[in-house]
């Protein structure tokens, strides 16, 4: 009787609704950079979504679940950056059996595209006509990535995971000053459809900060999801109406701006699957470094940059000279990525010699700890490496839409996720799915438009079928085969180099994580200059490395990390931004302070 009793309790809680501690929307949770204690963290942008993922790890669920609750939330109250109109890449390690798995969730081009779908007489469309446009969207991977990762490894169904995000979405949130700049930079396009003028510029305006916002499309549709599980979204009316939309966009009538239909096919979306693929791994120091393998790029970029690094002792080097070192590997591996890297089921991606340390050494000696390299500099051969070679034309790094998220969540048992998803730029192509409440992703524009260096091949054009290059890097570092440290971030192609510096500021040069996430950022891409925030700019080590040769060019932020790492005493830490997009929300079940 007794054992009965407590299966109905444990029952009841796990399908109630789950309700972030903020009983209204009026009362918004706070933003805390870090959490420590027990029972499992969650670490995110937004401070309803790691409630949720919180509330999921206090009544049971895992890992997984909450990752996947979080996910669904951050589609309510980061719309912008990320959705089930999107995509995204997913990876866990397994405490039971010490093993790190990954799913694919990346958005796929429509089976018409060909190598010249962003091309019109002869010459690449304007990127802000393909952004803002049916034409740029691809087949979202984030509804099969959720169902893919519970089915795997999670303990709730879909049902259960998504229904916090439902609540939330139709009870509502307070709008913070993100939220309302996010659509207040967006709002000429916005208005130009007629769904998302509808449901984001009530009025005319964008929401106030400190209002609620609601979207009951949007928990209509996650009602969908649960009570017909993905195939609603892939096979049925919520599939229909997204092709709906991409073939014909909710143009408002007397609009100037030229919006290009695309030609995705429910067909399209019918055959879409996010397969489960071997992760990246180098082994760096005393650690395995697990990462995100090809169509994106996180995985090897980062890998190869930490094997150049190897042969440096990082902790012993100067502030400078660390940082000369940190910026060139990322150089050099950016270099190899645009030339080698891309969709593996269309060319031949050489991911295992790219992460060979007898390439990454052939690379690491053309580093001067006098004199920086001008870029963009050409790549290498990694299946047939030769000390100090390059081979080519360099071949510059392309544009990427930076307004990604990332999660990060550890369960009392041990399991971690690390989950980088998107709908490519803020606010993905504009287009809100008429009558369903979620932005449809620009991802398609993430392919080269024509061959970035001309007469060279370029892995990166689009194909039928075929997933464009990511720079997603959501990664988990082993000691001794078990999990010390998870972390990602959105950024476009800074996403590589912000993980490698949180990576080398924490593994090699011992900074606490919360101020190795704070630091100033800097992020070179195989490019002329690099970019830099105003705070390293001015920072003591800017006019040494001006004097070394590296150039700079100012912009506002790079980077949103959230993160998770394993205390020595058992305990868990999450850490996120002190005040990049406002700061992160990191969250612990029990925390001990």
Not at 247 to 262: E, H, L, M, N, S
Not at 341 to 349: N, R, T, Y
Not at 446 to 474: A, E, Q
Not at 568 to 591: C, I, K
Request: hydrophobic fraction near 40%.
């Amino acid at each position: 009787m007794l054992r009965s009793t407590v299966t109905s309790v444990l029952a009841s809680l796990l399908v109630a609704p789950l309700l972030p501690a903020a009983a209204s929307a009026a009362e918004a949770p706070p933003r805390v950079p870090e959490a420590v204690g027990f029972g499992g963290v969650v670490s995110s942008i937004d401070p309803d979504a790691s409630q949720i993922g919180v509330d999921v790890l206090r009544r049971g669920g895992n890992a997984v679940d909450a990752a996947v609750a979080v996910a669904a939330a951050l589609g309510v109250t980061d719309p912008f950056s990320a959705g089930i109109g999107g995509g995204g890449f997913f990876v866990h390690y397994d405490a039971r059996t010490h093993r790190v798995s990954t799913v694919d969730g990346r958005e796929t081009a429509p089976a018409s595209a060909k190598p010249d779908r962003f091309v019109e007489d002869g010459v690449a469309i304007p990127f802000a006509e393909a952004v803002t446009s049916g034409l740029s969207v691809g087949v979202p991977g984030t509804p099969r990535t959720w169902q893919q990762a519970l089915r795997q490894w999670g303990t709730w169904s879909l049902d259960q995971a998504v229904r916090p995000a439902e609540e939330l979405a139709r009870r509502g949130f307070t709008v913070d000053a993100t939220f309302h700049r996010q659509v207040g930079d967006n709002a000429a396009r916005f208005a130009d459809f007629s769904s998302t003028s509808a449901l984001y510029l009530p009025g005319g305006a964008p929401p106030a900060v400190g209002s609620t916002f609601r979207n009951p499309d949007l928990a209509d549709t996650y009602r969908e999801l649960r009570r017909h599980g993905v195939s609603a979204f892939y096979r049925g009316e919520v599939g229909r109406d997204l092709v709906a939309a991409v073939r014909q966009p909710p143009v408002v009538a007397g609009t100037t701006r030229k919006v290009r239909p695309g030609d995705l096919t429910e067909a399209d979306l019918a055959r879409y699957e996010a397969p489960l693929r071997e992760p990246t791994r180098v082994r760096y120091r005393d650690y395995d470094v697990v990462g995100m393998a090809p169509p994106s790029s996180g995985g090897t970029t980062a890998g190869e940059a930490l094997n150049i690094l190897e042969t440096t002792d990082l902790g012993a080097e100067t502030p400078v000279q660390y940082l000369h070192r940190f910026l060139e590997a990322s150089r050099l591996s950016f270099a190899d990525r645009n030339r080698w890297v891309g969709d593996p089921a269309f060319v031949d991606v050489p991911t295992r010699e790219l992460l060979s340390q007898r390439f990454a050494d052939s690379r690491a000696c053309l580093i001067s700890p006098t004199a920086a390299m001008t870029g963009p500099v050409a790549p290498g051969d990694p299946r047939d490496p030769k000390p100090c070679a390059a081979t080519g034309e360099p071949a510059a790094t392309p544009y990427e839409g930076t307004d990604t998220t990332h999660l990060t969540v550890a369960d009392r048992w041990g399991n971690v996720v690390a989950y980088t998803l998107t709908i490519e730029q803020e606010g993905g192509s504009g287009i809100v799915v008429p009558g369903r409440g979620f932005l449809l992703n620009n991802e398609l524009t993430d392919f080269s438009f024509t061959p970035v260096t001309p007469g060279v091949p370029d892995p990166n054009l689009p194909g039928p079928g075929k997933r464009p290059r990511s720079s997603m890097t959501p990664t988990i570092v082993l000691q001794h085969g078990k999990p010390v440290l998870a972390l990602g971030s959105p950024g476009g192609a800074s996403i590589i180099t912000t993980v490698l510096q949180v990576l080398t500021q924490r593994l090699d040069r011992g900074t606490p994580l919360v101020q190795a996430i704070a630091a100033p950022r800097a992020s070179q891409r195989n490019a002329a200059t690099t970019q830099a925030e105003a705070a390293f700019l001015a920072s003591p080590e800017a006019e040494p490395l001006r004097a070394l040769g590296h150039r700079f060019t100012s912009t506002a932020e790079i980077g949103a990390v959230t993160a998770v790492e394993r205390l020595p005493d058992g305990r868990w830490r999450a850490a996120a931004e002190t005040s990049r997009r406002g700061g992160g929300a990191a969250r612990a079940v029990w925390p001990t302070r």
